[in-house]
């Protein structure tokens, strides 16, 4: 019921494991291209996990109650799904956006980071989406410091995807992390600033805001995982695992390949 606090060790351990975690992502990235199943590119981020990194894809056979057990590797979810799209034989096409979920397990501890990918050429829909949602994500984690209240962070991404006439998914939000997948705190991605608990060094945890381009009401389909918009609208989703520092955030998902902070993705 408890925010854990993490030690040096355990801080450690989780820059081992979040740089894992983002290293696949870059690897993956050459190969999203038109044609190639979602199932291909989770067989090689399963390949790279185990027979590179010596890590355990977090997702495979995770079981929160409620849910049957998650089939693979990988999330990758595409267009209209909002996110725990299932890899399967479809293959990509031009202008599909997607969204890639990495969660390795090394040395017990986890890290968890998502990208966005534009499968050429992209629309310009498309693209202003991933980009706002990209800026979402930064400045919820720009108010990361001791202090600050969870409030504040949510608070930043939904004015920030409403300014945009985008709407905030509500019923998925970022999560504590450290030897467990999901722990406390919550970290919702829509509110009022001064709300919520106050943040203090040595937190750990996901900011992951999922926007959508229309409504923000979700539907769950049938196999009980994949979740889209109920509108259709295309939807896109960033994340990172975040540390509160003593005077601030350290992003812990960084690798030779993360996009910079203020980058402009598509220009
Ligand atoms: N990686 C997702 C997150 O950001 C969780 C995926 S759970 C799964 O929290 F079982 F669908 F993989
Ligand atoms: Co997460
Ligand atoms: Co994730």
Redesign the pocket.
């Known amino acids: 019921m408890t925010v854990t606090i993490k030690n040096e060790h355990d801080i450690a351990k989780m820059r081992i494991a979040c740089r894992l975690a983002s290293e696949v992502l870059d690897y993956i990235t050459p190969f999203v291209k038109p044609g190639i199943t979602t199932n291909e590119l989770d067989k090689l981020c399963h390949e790279y996990m185990l027979n590179k990194q010596y890590a355990i894809p977090?997702?495979l056979n995770?079981q929160p109650s409620g849910y049957p057990p998650?089939p693979k590797a990988t999330?990758i979810s595409v267009n209209d799904v909002i996110?725990?799209g299932i890899p399967s034989d479809k293959k990509l096409k031009n202008n599909d956006i997607l969204n890639i979920?990495i969660?390795v397990v090394k040395d017990g501890y986890f890290g968890?980071t998502?990208r966005m990918f534009i499968v050429n050429p992209g629309s310009i829909l498309g693209k202003r989406l991933v980009q706002v949602t990209y800026e979402c994500m930064w400045l919820g984690i720009e108010r990361v410091q001791p202090g600050a209240y969870l409030g504040d962070i949510g608070y930043a991404i939904q004015r920030h995807a409403e300014a945009h006439g985008y709407s905030v998914v509500r019923e998925y939000c970022g999560?504590g992390i450290g030897n467990v997948?999901?722990e406390e705190p919550q970290i919702l991605h829509y509110g009022h600033p001064g709300t919520g608990i106050q943040l203090q060094p040595g937190m750990i945890f996901?900011i992951?805001p999922m926007i959508n381009a229309g409504r923000r009401e979700i539907r769950t389909m049938p196999d009980r995982?994949t979740v889209k918009t109920r509108d259709h609208s295309l939807s896109a989703q960033w994340?990172h695992t975040v540390l509160v520092t003593k005077t601030g955030y350290e992003v812990l998902t960084v690798s030779a390949n993360t996009p910079q902070p203020s980058q402009s993705l598509y220009d």
């Open positions: 977090a997702p995770y998650y999330c996110c725990h979920d969660t968890d998502s999560h997948f999901h996901t992951e995982w994340e």
